[in-house]
Structures are given as structure tokens and as C-alpha cells.
Nanobody, 126 residues
Framework: VQLQASGGGLVQTGGSLRLSCAAS????????IGWFRQAPGKDREFVAA????????QYADSVKDRFTISRDIAKNTVYLQMNSLKPEDAAVYYC????????????????????WGQGTQVTVSS
């Protein structure tokens, strides 16, 4: 199982970026896919997650109403649209797949996820 995260970059405060997490066919089926981020000196934290089967999503309070997670089933890709970016959003962003298939709830703890993408850097200038 390999996840490929991309789309990071440098953006000004208030700007937007769209991150992508691509995987081989059927990698995401029946799983929850999450986005996490880690800033220097801080723990990895939950950002958003989406259930592949059904598309229901969950967000961290800090990004609610600014970020949108979605998936393209045909492309086996999960996206994170990030709008109104703030300096505190700067971090390395990772996508990951839940350890457990067909989980009934979204788990926000990183240890619940076993396959991780390589991370993509998001920098927000003030």
C-alpha cells in the first residue's frame, strides 16, 4: 500500500491550496482516509478525514469552514481543499489510511492509521 501526497507549497495568508493523496486502485475502498499535519516541535494532529464508502467527513475545529476534504473514486484520490490559510496552518501535511476497514466512526488519533504518505510541506507567509 502506497499513498502519494502532493500539492503543498508557499502561499500568502488568506490564500488557498489543494492537497492530493493518490493511491493504487482499491487501496481506499472501505477505509477512512485522514489528513494530519505536523508543525516543527509539535505533535502530529488530526485535520480532516473522509469515509471512502459514503463520503461523510469530519474536521478538526481549527479548520472547520475553511478546509474541505473530498474524494474522487475514479481517480482513487483524496483531496484537501484549504482556503483562508493562516500562518498557524503551516506544517507538513500527511495523508493516511485507517488500520481498520469499515470502521463505524472516524478516529482522530494518528495511531489509528497505519499507512502514511510521505508528507507535503505547506508554508503560509504573513
Amino acid at each position: 500500500v502506497q499513498l502519494q501526497a502532493s500539492g503543498g507549497g508557499l502561499v500568502q495568508t488568506g490564500g488557498s491550496l489543494r492537497l492530493s493523496c493518490a493511491a493504487s486502485e482499491r487501496t481506499f475502498s472501505n477505509y477512512v482516509i485522514g489528513w494530519f499535519r505536523q508543525a516543527p516541535g509539535k505533535d502530529r494532529e488530526f485535520v480532516a478525514a473522509i469515509r471512502w464508502n459514503g463520503g461523510d467527513a469530519q474536521y478538526a475545529d481549527s479548520v472547520k469552514d475553511r478546509f474541505t476534504i473530498s474524494r474522487d473514486i475514479a481517480k482513487n484520490t483524496v483531496y484537501l481543499q484549504m482556503n483562508s490559510l493562516k500562518p498557524e496552518d503551516a506544517a507538513v501535511y500527511y495523508c493516511a489510511r485507517d488500520r481498520v476497514a469499515v470502521r463505524l466512526t472516524v478516529i482522530t488519533l494518528p495511531r489509528a492509521y497505519d499507512y502514511w504518505g510521505q508528507g507535503t510541506q505547506v508554508t503560509v507567509s504573513s
